[in-house]
Every structure is written in structure tokens, then in C-alpha cells.
């Protein structure tokens, strides 16, 4: 089973934190917190533009966890 999944867009959480919406219905945060994670991109709107449809393996698809039902 392939867990590859597309980037269909971006939110943030309560913390005002980044979240990858995933194509299968799952989200991943992209936290942007260094020196220990660095993804500048996900500060702007051109870089998480950028990275729509971009291919990522969902963690929790290959865990087998429920989809959100928000």
C-alpha cells in the first residue's frame, strides 16, 4: 500500500503553527522553529505556494490512524 500523498493546502492551528492539508484527509504541522527545524518557506505565502502538490508519506496513513472529522 503507497502512502504517498499530495499537499493540497496550508492552515494554522491555535498556535498559530503551520499544518500541511494532505490529499488523503490528514494533516502534518511544518514548523518553522530553529536551529532545530528550519523551513523559512512555510513563513511566507509564495513558499508554501510553492509547495502545493508536493508528494510527502503520510505518517499516519501508514499507522493506520482515522481520518480528522472536522
Known sequence: ???QVTVTGFMQDEQDDWVMLLSCGHRQH???QPPFIN???VTTQSG???HLGMVVTCNQCQRGMPFPRD
Open 1 to 3: 500500500m503507497s502512502y
Open 30 to 32: 511544518v514548523r518553522h
Open 39 to 41: 523551513r523559512p518557506w
Open 48 to 50: 508554501r505556494e510553492r
